[in-house]
């Protein structure tokens, strides 16, 4: 079955960049996804289709894949980031989540 | 805006049948845009999908889950269903019902606000 991998953690200091990454063989030929999640909270989809923002999502998220890994980017991350980010690709005519990253702000 | 709200019991025995309902608004449930999901979260730990079905009965379900899950759409009602048998305590997990795109990328654009469902005697 496939896997996407994420690492479990990622600090990031305030006003800074942080990248959070999602492997997966051959990742770059399907299109990816990125949820947050804070605390008690549903996911809510900040990334979809590698690139595109919702509409209500901050300009400071954004996406990238190529090759095995996709990437999220938070520019001038803010303290109201942090939180649980999941990726999340389809393939096989099946769903798989990454594990996670928990995104700390310090 | 799509609205999606889980229901059902908070509390199955071991080796009983979980069902949970999620009743969709704001929009139209025979959507051709649509596939409609299950997704749970066990206690501190990540996503796991657990199927999605088509409004037209078409369902895609986890390999993992399959032989104990159904998915199935009551379009009168605007309702989708989970029925997940045979439960232990692994199955302990907040549930959340969402709205799958399919125009694109496959992905959960609205998600309910999740309910804990917990399997104890």
């Known amino acids: 079955s496939y896997e996407l991998t994420q690492p479990p953690s990622v600090s990031v200091s305030p006003g800074q960049t942080a990248s959070i990454t999602c492997s997966g063989d051959k990742l770059g030929d399907k299109y990816a996804c990125w949820y947050q999640q804070k605390p008690g909270q549903s996911p809510v989809v900040v990334i979809y289709q590698d690139t595109k923002r919702p509409s209500g999502i901050p300009e400071r998220f954004s996406g990238s894949n190529s090759g095995n890994t996709a990437t999220l980017t938070i520019s001038g991350t803010q303290a109201m980031d942090e939180a649980e980010y999941y990726c999340q690709a389809w393939d096989s005519s099946t769903v798989v989540f990454g594990g996670g990253t928990k995104l700390t702000v310090l | 805006q799509l609205q999606l709200q889980e229901s059902g019991p908070g509390l199955v025995k071991p080796s009983e049948t979980l069902s949970l309902t999620c009743t969709v608004s704001?929009?139209?449930?025979?959507?051709?845009?649509?596939?409609w999901g299950w997704i749970r979260q066990p206690p501190g730990k990540g996503l796991e999908w657990i199927g999605s079905?088509?409004?037209?009965?078409?369902?895609y379900y986890n390999p993992s889950l399959k032989s104990r899950v159904s998915i199935s759409v009551d379009t009168s009602k605007i309702q989708f269903s989970l029925r997940l048998s045979s439960v232990t305590a692994t199955d302990t997990a907040v549930y959340y019902c969402a709205s799958m795109v399919i125009t694109s990328q496959y992905f959960f654009d609205y998600w309910g606000q999740g309910t804990l469902v917990t399997v104890s005697s």
């Open positions: 079905v088509f409004y037209g009965g078409n369902s």
């Open positions: 704001g929009g139209s449930i025979n959507s051709s845009s649509y596939y």
